[in-house]
């Protein structure tokens, strides 16, 4: 009966130590909060087509966007968010972006833009195909900059 009782005791013992431990579960939404800066964030997800006739042919650009205060766009439409530079030449391409968020609030957004380029130039004589990296940013209503990106090298046919 002794040893009866020594068991169940050092069985309850040890049930209590593994009930003590950390919990692993891998449903824990926590883990993956992080802080989000109020300086925009954008990644290239995708350029089609990379091989264009000039003149013609429109280049499509998916960017993913992210904010901490969401204060990316503005209603007024001759304020430009989002740029394009061509490597080729000096030229800057300005896109208007209406408000993403409601007015007057600072929430986290995060998205996706799709933005055409359309009919791409040729700069030189026009009889050969040239290549273009077009660099593309964004900047929200405090001004603030985001990270620049590179598209990937496209040719621009005659």
């Given at each position: 009966m002794k040893n009866l009782f020594l068991c169940f005791t050092l069985f309850c013992f040890t049930a209590f130590l593994l009930s003590c431990g950390k919990d692993n579960d891998t449903n824990d939404t926590d883990k993956d909060i992080r802080p989000v800066s109020d300086t925009p964030y954008i990644e290239l997800i995708d350029v089609q087509p990379t091989n264009v006739k000039a003149f013609e042919?429109?280049?499509?650009?998916?960017?993913?966007?992210?904010?901490?205060?969401?204060?990316?766009?503005?209603?007024?439409?001759?304020?430009?968010?989002?740029?394009?530079?061509?490597?080729?030449?000096?030229?800057?391409?300005?896109?208007?972006?209406?408000?993403?968020?409601?007015?007057?609030?600072?929430?986290?957004?995060?998205?996706?833009?799709?933005?055409?380029?359309?009919?791409?130039?040729?700069?030189g004589d026009g009889e050969s195909a040239e290549k273009a990296v077009f660099e593309i940013y964004l900047v929200d209503k405090a001004g603030l900059k985001s990270n620049v990106l590179h598209s990937p090298e496209i040719t621009v046919n005659p």
């Open positions: 042919d429109s280049i499509v650009f998916t960017i993913y966007y992210l904010d901490g205060n969401g204060d990316i766009g503005t209603s007024d439409a001759d304020v430009n968010s989002l740029f394009l530079k061509d490597s080729r030449g000096a030229f800057e391409i300005g896109y208007h972006i209406p408000p993403l968020s409601p007015k007057n609030s600072s929430i986290t957004i995060e998205g996706h833009f799709k933005i055409t380029l359309q009919n791409t130039i040729l700069f």
